[in-house]
C-alpha cells in the first residue's frame, strides 16, 4: 500500500495563477481532508469529505475549491493564487464513519510558493 | 467542536521521561483522544490514541482522568531523535467529520 500520496511536491506559482494539487489514498478511506500549515505554525483545515460527491469547509476554505468525485481521489484546487496561499498543503485520510477512532493517514505534503 | 490547548514548548535532556499536558474542557461524550509527532518537512504521525484511563504502546502513554478535560502524553526515556512538534487533537463519532489541530508543543531534546 502506498497510504497517501500528493503531487507535487513542490510548486512555484505566480499571483493570479490557477492549480491543482492532486491527493490519492489507496486504503478505501472514506474521509479525506486538506490542510495548510504556515511556517512555524500548526495545521489549519481547509477542507473535507465524507465519502464520494459529498465535501464540506473547515477552518479556511477561501481561495480553494475541492470535489469527490472517486473514494480515492480529493483534489485542491487553487483559482486565483495569492501570496497568502504560500504554504505546505497535507491531505490525509481516515476509514471514516463505524471507525471514529481510527487515525489520520497523513501524504508527504505539497509546498507551494506564490510570488 | 473540542478545542486544545497545549504549552508552546518544552526542553528535555536524553534519557529523560517528558510529560505533555493537553486541556480539552468541552471534549463530547463520544470523543477520542489522539497525539500525533511531526517533523520539519513531514506530515504528522500517528502517536497514540485514547478514550480513558491509561493507554500504553511500545513508543508512549497516555493518560487520560475520569473527567477527561485533559490528558497527558508521556514519552520514557526520550532521545534526540524525539525532536519535533507534538499534537493533541480531539475527536470520536459526534465530530468524526471536522478534525481540527491545536498549535502543538514543539518538544526540543538537548544532548
Known amino acids: 500500500n502506498a497510504g497517501v500520496t500528493q503531487t507535487p511536491k513542490f510548486r512555484i506559482l505566480k499571483i493570479g495563477q490557477s492549480m491543482t494539487l492532486q491527493c490519492t489514498q489507496d486504503?478505501?478511506?472514506?474521509?479525506m481532508y486538506w490542510y495548510r500549515q504556515d511556517p512555524g505554525m500548526g495545521l489549519k483545515l481547509i477542507y473535507y469529505s465524507v465519502g464520494a460527491g459529498i465535501t464540506d469547509k473547515g477552518e479556511v476554505p477561501n481561495g480553494y475549491n475541492v470535489s469527490r468525485s472517486t473514494t480515492e481521489d480529493f483534489p485542491l484546487r487553487l483559482e486565483l493564487a495569492a501570496p497568502s496561499q504560500t504554504s505546505v498543503y497535507f491531505c490525509a485520510s481516515r476509514p471514516g464513519q463505524g471507525a471514529a477512532s481510527s487515525p489520520l493517514h497523513f501524504g508527504n505534503g505539497t509546498r507551494l510558493t506564490v510570488t | 467542536l473540542a478545542k486544545t490547548t497545549q504549552p508552546i514548548s518544552m526542553d528535555s535532556y536524553e534519557g529523560q521521561e517528558v510529560n505533555i499536558t493537553c486541556s480539552h474542557n468541552?471534549?463530547?461524550?463520544?470523543?477520542?483522544i489522539t497525539w500525533y509527532q511531526q517533523f520539519p518537512s513531514q506530515g504528522p504521525r500517528f502517536i497514540i490514541q485514547g478514550y480513558k484511563t491509561k493507554v500504553t504502546n511500545e513508543v508512549a502513554s497516555l493518560f487520560i482522568p475520569a473527567d477527561r478535560k485533559s490528558s497527558t502524553l508521556s514519552l520514557p526515556r526520550v532521545s534526540l531523535s524525539d525532536t519535533a512538534v507534538y499534537y493533541c487533537?480531539?475527536?470520536?463519532?459526534?465530530?468524526?467529520?471536522?478534525?481540527?489541530f491545536g498549535s502543538g508543543t514543539q518538544l526540543t531534546v538537548l544532548p
Open positions: 487533537l480531539v475527536g470520536g463519532q459526534s465530530s468524526a467529520r471536522q478534525l481540527t
Open positions: 486504503m478505501n478511506h472514506n474521509y
Open positions: 468541552n471534549i463530547a461524550t463520544n470523543d477520542y
